[in-house]
């Protein structure tokens, strides 16, 4: 994923940053190399849909920044549901949901991740990701100005971290589906 919706987005061009991802997504067409079967291309096809991934949660905190919030929904609901273990993109939902005013949906969102993640982990959900749940439940403020990455950056690396730790960078749900660990 080139550096420019990063960049962007850090200089607060949420709308140039959710164009230029959504350009690199509209490229992709189902999982990278899905029909191969050597062991170093399929490495290679899960680096490529992780890249996939990153770019699908940096439009999403784009368009949240915009209001477009049904969208980043539509969007995120079905790419949550496939990566149940990747807490940025439950944690982004979460809030498009809360502030399109669906709390109760943002609270089943969570739900949802915490059982995804104490059943193939054996582990609570990031301290983040709590917390997240936390300021939802209690209708904080903070959930209306501050970004998606503030709410959610620390949640993710320590997610990610303790995933690899215990799993490794290969590693596989149950289902045979790469988790995605950036």
């Not at 582990?123 to 503030?150: M, V």
């Amino acid at each position: 994923m080139p550096a420019r919706p990063a960049a962007s987005t850090a200089l607060g061009d949420h709308a140039r940053a959710s164009d230029l991802y959504a350009h690199a997504l509209a490229m992709w067409r189902g999982p990278a190399l899905a029909e191969m079967t050597s062991r170093a291309i399929q490495d290679a096809a899960a680096a490529l849909n992780v890249q996939r991934l990153l770019a699908i949660e940096g439009k999403a905190e784009a368009d949240i920044q915009l209001g477009r919030h049904d969208e980043v929904i539509a969007m995120l609901s079905p790419a949550s549901a496939a990566n149940p273990l990747q807490e940025r993109l439950c944690g982004v939902l979460m809030l498009a949901l809360y502030r399109r005013g669906a709390r109760a949906e943002a609270l089943s969102v969570y739900g949802k991740g915490h059982q995804a993640v104490a059943t193939e982990l054996g582990l609570p959900p990031s301290l983040q990701l709590r917390r997240l749940q936390d300021l939802i439940f209690h209708d904080d403020p903070a959930l209306w100005t501050q970004s998606p990455n503030s709410l959610l950056s620390v949640g993710s690396e320590v997610g990610h971290a303790r995933h690899l730790r215990l799993h490794g960078a290969g590693a596989r749900t149950g289902q045979g589906e790469a988790v995605a660990v950036a």
